[in-house]
């Protein structure tokens, strides 16, 4: 039997999800709490007609609440309308987007589809990851080139000038609650292997990557490679973004990194490092803070 009051006590422990561990239960503890407290909403269903769940919103809301501000609506909004023009990689799904208050995708949205509408407010980020980029050009949510690998996409894509007019990126990958040990269960197919045996990998890396908890990142950072192979790009780098308390989203970062020629080319950055080095936006990151990091 499953919660079947959507106004329940958000802190109730009824609302336990099993397949939690301690860092999801946490984690969902605080997005419920956010959800009562600051949206004065009952909980929803995890699906129309499923059972209720403490993070998720009822299904009867638009865009908002769940992404906080005009400018992550206003993202949002664009990347399915290029996803179905353009005919591009990537995936949204719509109910999460609107309704899963744990989702790192609506978080994305929030984070780096708000800041799209100011994209120089990233360069002092942009300029840890890249010293020479002289401004940040665009900022793109859920973007992969036409020929991606498979039908995975960046979280976000931002691209930066660089000195003499050539162009950089980084391509970005969000994680929040998620539990990395079963992001990817099924063997990588041998166009996987195939890609790494480069000079950017070390020799026996794909072996070594071709594990549950390893094979996103590793997706990820081809998809970066592919990227710079168009030459449209002067240099490129794969980012992940988490908590600087997730331990396991760190550890993953450096250990697919690990297996680079060149270590540098994929990064961990903590979300609240990135927040710390955008210029303005006071009141977006207060309210950012509070909804993803006060837990």
């Known amino acids: 039997m499953g919660v079947e009051d959507p106004n329940l006590a958000w802190d109730d422990p009824a609302w336990a999800e099993k397949s939690d561990g301690s860092w999801q239960a946490r984690l969902r503890r605080h997005q419920a709490w956010w959800r009562h407290e600051r949206l004065g909403l009952g909980a929803g269903p995890i699906r129309p007609d499923g059972r209720l769940v403490a993070s998720m919103l009822p299904v009867d809301v638009g865009f908002e609440p769940n992404l906080m501000t005009p400018e992550a609506v206003a993202a949002a909004t664009t990347a399915i309308t290029s996803l179905e023009s353009e005919k591009r990689p990537g995936l949204i799904q719509l109910d999460r987007l609107k309704r899963n208050l744990l989702s790192s995708q609506p978080l994305c949205f929030n984070l780096l589809g708000h800041l799209s509408a100011t994209p120089d407010a990233l360069l002092q ?13 665009e900022v793109r949510l859920e973007w992969a080139p036409a020929d991606s690998f498979s039908r995975s996409a960046f979280d976000a894509f931002v691209t930066y000038s660089l000195p003499g007019g050539a162009a950089g990126f980084v391509g ?19 166009k996987f292997h195939d890609a790494t045996v480069t000079g950017a990998w070390l020799q026996r890396a794909a072996p070594a990557l071709d594990k549950p908890r390893l094979r996103q990142f590793w997706y990820n950072q ?10 449209q790009y002067a240099e490129g780098y794969g980012v992940v973004v988490a908590a600087a308390a997730d331990e396991p989203a760190r550890t993953v970062t450096a250990e697919v990194a690990a297996q680079l020629i060149d270590p540098t080319e994929l990064r961990f950055c903590a979300l609240e490092d990135l927040l710390d080095s955008v210029s303005g936006h006071e009141a977006w990151r207060a309210a950012f803070r509070e909804r993803y990091l006060a837990f």
């Open 172 to 190: 970005v990958e969000c994680k929040y609650a998620e539990d990395l040990s079963k992001a990817q269960p099924k063997p990588a197919a041998p």
């Open 125 to 137: 980020w942009v300029q840890s990851i890249s010293a020479r980029a002289t401004d940040v050009r």
């Open 222 to 231: 081809l998809l970066t490679q592919r990227v710079c192979a168009t030459g």
